[in-house]
Structure formats: structure tokens, C-alpha cells
């Protein structure tokens, strides 16, 4: 349904419903139709220049060295879209989605929600979080800890800019530095200051190598400790009970508890309600579920139906845009993600447990993969059993759904196929993963004999 779904939206231009689809319910984007075309050939085809334009910017992939390149450029509607996909490259080239954390980092940046700091620097002020900056600069937290510390507004005299003082924020949300060249001093002058001095050295390597530069943007990854000082600042949120570390700093600047199970996890607003709509909603509407701690000054939030467990990782991935995951808690994990609405988090538990599947418990995880709107990996399933049909077409579990599936449709009376056999038909006859295609074929149809049903 969502396949029908994702190709209808296409041909319609509902870039609204194709969002939906998209960053809800991942759907993948190059699939095929029955005649060999793609998503992103019925938005050309059709004209609709804000769908294909979405498509490219989530990894629609368009070679011009292949067949479907030339045709999506050869069916452009308009010269428009055809300018777009020569424009956008991706006739040369694979764009790269910009992923959700650094998206995250950079809204909460450029906005001042649960912000407890701004700087003043020529009549501009510029909204800041003490726990990332603390996090990420020596500099920032023993300025936070002493001459600071009862502060919420700095104002600098102007021995550097504003811009130059937004670059070096940057860099501390994202890791990344853009700023215009006039800024170069000031930018390498603060950054010096704050302990970073190795990114003026990358810029004055940069300009070197390209002297007629009017604006820099690096990625220092390689330099960038990003991760491992959001991953630190993870960890200063646990209980101690669930730190496996030695000498981890207690969380600071904590603005929210969260009490699981008796246990109390200290923690930012600005990522757990930035990173998460659940909670943005528990707490700024008050629900039943938070409290406010007058001792310590805090809001506290009481979740129920999850173990403290399952919330370290929720809490990692909400933190550091990874979480650590094994068969042993991956299917509680999942249930915690799905209810607290974090889909990304849910495409990291179906990864593992598409490397754990089994003839066993392929079945299982297919019910779970439709329960949790994870096609991607319900297709994984049904190409599984494909390739092993011989083992999987006599479990009782698998009789068990192609009955469940044929009972469903007769009830909508839509189509007269089955939805699992009409897959794992699918991936027989097109996947080159699946051999014997015509004894497994042939098994479909002894089966389907033998529970008297059509498909």
C-alpha cells in the first residue's frame, strides 16, 4: 500500500504526502512499478518541479550513464526540470541527505528555544545553550563555572565581530566553520582564545592552497570531536548505576529530571524536547506526567511502561544520533522509539534486527515490521524468505499470516492477491539473490492449493 501510495503521490505532485511518507514511514525511494519506472520518472514525467526537486534532495538517485537517468531527463515535462536535475547534478554525482542531528544542531542554533545564555557583540545578540558550549570548549565551561556563572547575557566590547563570534558558535554546534573571509582575523582570533586553535590553522592552509576566496566553509571532521563531547554529555545524564565508565562529570546546566522506575536521569531541555516531539509535548503542555521540583528548581517528568534500560537508549540516540543495540533489547527498544515518535531511532533497531533474522523469527518480524511502519524492512523480510522458502513455507507461523493476509483482503475486497505472497513472488522472479525461482514458485502454488485459497 505504501508502494501504491509513494508512485501516486508522485504522479500527483503531493510533495505533502510524499513527506509523509518519506520521513515517516521510510519509504525507499527507488523502488520500481511493475513496468520498470521510478518514483522520480512519474515526477518528471508528470511536471511537478517540487516533487522532483524533494526527491533529489533525499537520494532519488538519477546516472545519466544509465537507463533510468536518461530516461527522467529525456521525460522532463518542462525544461525546468530538466535544468533542475543538470543543475543539482545528479546526473554526475550522488546527493547526500543532510541527516536529522545536524539538522537538530543547526535549528537550535539559529533559534532561541531553551536557550539560558546570549551573547552581545555590536548591537547583535546571539542565543546560546550552556551545556553544548560547555560541553564542547574548556574555555565556555570554566567561564560558565566562575566569572559567568550567575550570568545569562555576556556583552563583549567590540575587539572582534559579530559574524566572527556566530562563526565560532557554529563550530560548536555543528563542527563545521562558514564565515566570510573579511571575518578571517577575528574568526582565528576567538577561535585561538577558546582553545581551537587548530581550525586557524586549517583556514590559513585553506587560503593558501585558494588565495581568491571570498567565503570559507570547512568541515573539519577529521579535527572535530563532536560526537565524543555529545556522547560525554550523554553520559553525565545517567544514574550512576548505568554508567560504565570512571569518572564521569555529573551533568550541568540541567533544566528537566526524568524519573524512570525510581531512577532520576538529569537532562537538557534542548535535546530531549529539540530531538523529541513527545517531549516537547509532556512538558510544555504540563501533562499529568511533570511536576516541578521546587528544591531543585527543575521540571520533572515520570514516564511509565519503559524500563530505565530501554531509556539509556533512548537517551543516547537522543543525544548522539547512535544507540547502543543487541537482540536482547532491540525489540523493547523499538516499542520505546515508536512511542516516543522518533523514527530515526526506529530505522537503527530495524538495521539490527535485519542483521539478527533467522527462518525462525522471520515471520515475527515481518508482523512487527508492519506494526511499526517499517516497509524497508518488511521487504528485507519477505526477500528472506524467498531465498529461503524451502525451510520457511512449512512453519506454522508463515501459514499462520498467508491465512491472516488472505482474510484481510477478502474482508476489503480490493485486489485477489495475497500481500506476503505476492511479494515473495516479487522477489523470485526479479531478485538475483533468489535462486530455483521455478521450484519456489511452484511451492507458492502447492501451498496455496493446499489451503484452498487464490493468489
Known amino acids: 500500500m505504501d508502494k501504491y501510495e509513494l508512485f501516486l503521490s508522485c504522479r500527483k505532485g503531493d510533495v505533502r504526502r510524499l513527506r509523509y511518507l518519506v520521513e515517516q514511514k521510510d519509504v525507499d525511494l527507488n523502488v ?69 542531528f545536524s539538522e537538530f544542531l543547526r535549528r537550535a542554533l539559529e ?78 582570533f576567538l577561535a585561538n582564545h577558546i582553545g581551537c586553535s587548530y581550525l586557524g590553522n586549517e583556514i590559513e592552509k585553506l587560503l593558501k592552497k585558494r588565495k581568491n576566496l571570498q ?13 565524543q563531547d555529545f556522547h560525554t554529555l550523554f553520559l553525565s545524564t545517567l544514574p550512576e548505576k548505568f554508567l560504565v565508565v570512571d569518572h564521569v562529570c555529573k551533568s550541568q546546566y540541567v533544566d528537566v529530571h526524568v524519573s524512570v522506575k525510581g531512577y532520576i536521569f538529569t537532562c537538557h531541555k534542548i535535546f530531549i524536547c529539540g530531538r523529541c516531539d513527545y517531549f516537547k509535548a509532556l512538558i510544555s503542555d504540563h ?13 520533572v517528568v515520570e514516564l511509565h511502561d519503559i524500563s530505565p534500560e530501554v531509556f539509556v537508549s533512548v537517551l543516547q540516540y537522543i543525544y548522539t544520533y547512535t544507540a547502543d543495540l543487541s ?32 527462518v525462525d523469527n522471520v ?17 528485507h523480510c519477505t526477500e528472506y524468505m524467498a531465498i529461503h522458502l524451502e525451510k520457511v513455507i512449512h512453519e506454522p507461523n ?34 538475483v539473490h533468489v535462486s530455483s525461482s521455478k521450484e519456489k514458485l511452484a511451492l507458492i502454488d502447492k501451498l496455496l492449493a493446499v489451503l484452498e485459497l487464490e493468489a
Open 111 to 188: 533559534t532561541d528555544d531553551y536557550c539560558d545564555m546570549h551573547f552581545v557583540v555590536q548591537k547583535v545578540q546571539l542565543f546560546a545553550h550552556r551545556c553544548i558550549l560547555a560541553a564542547r570548549s574548556e574555555f565556555f565551561k570554566n567561564a560558565f563555572d566562575e566569572e559567568w556563572r550567575n550570568l545569562t547575557s555576556i556583552r563583549f566590547t567590540e575587539y572582534f565581530t559579530a559574524a566572527a563570534l556566530k562563526g565560532v558558535l557554529h563550530y560548536m554546534y555543528t563542527g563545521e566553520v562558514e564565515l566570510n573571509i573579511r571575518d578571517k582575523d577575528d574568526f582565528i
Open 398 to 431: 508463515f501459514i499462520h499470516l498467508v491465512h491472516s493476509d488472505a482474510h484481510e483482503i477478502q474482508q476489503r475486497q480490493e485486489t485477489d492477491t495475497i500481500p506476503v505472497i505476492d511479494d515473495i513472488r516479487y522477489h523470485i522472479e526479479s531478485c
Open 215 to 227: 567565503a570559507i566553509s570547512v568541515e573539519p571532521k577529521q579535527y572535530s570531536s563532536l560526537s
Open 287 to 299: 501533562f499529568s506526567e511533570t511536576y516541578k521540583d521546587n528544591v531543585k528548581r527543575v521540571q
Open 32 to 100: 520500481r512499478d511493475k513496468w520498470d519506472c521510478t518514483p522520480l520518472y512519474y515526477a518528471c514525467l508528470c511536471g511537478h518541479y517540487d516533487t522532483v526537486l524533494y526527491l533529489l534532495e533525499n537520494g532519488a538517485c538519477c546516472d545519466s550513464e544509465t537507463f533510468d537517468g536518461e530516461r527522467c531527463l529525456y521525460g522532463a515535462l518542462t525544461e525546468e526540470i530538466y535544468h533542475l536535475l543538470r543543475n543539482f547534478q545528479v546526473v554526475t554525482s550522488k546527493l547526500i541527505k543532510r541527516d536529522e
Open 363 to 379: 515471520v515475527e518480524v515481518t508482523k512487527l515490521a508492519r506494526l511499526y511502519n517499517l516497509p524497508r524492512l518488511e521487504t
Open 327 to 358: 537482540p536482547s533489547n532491540i525489540f523493547e527498544v523499538l516499542h520505546a522509539s515508536d512511542m516516543f515518535l522518533l523514527p530515526g531511532l526506529k530505522r537503527l533497531c530495524a538495521v539490527t534486527v535485519k542483521e539478527n533474522l533467522t
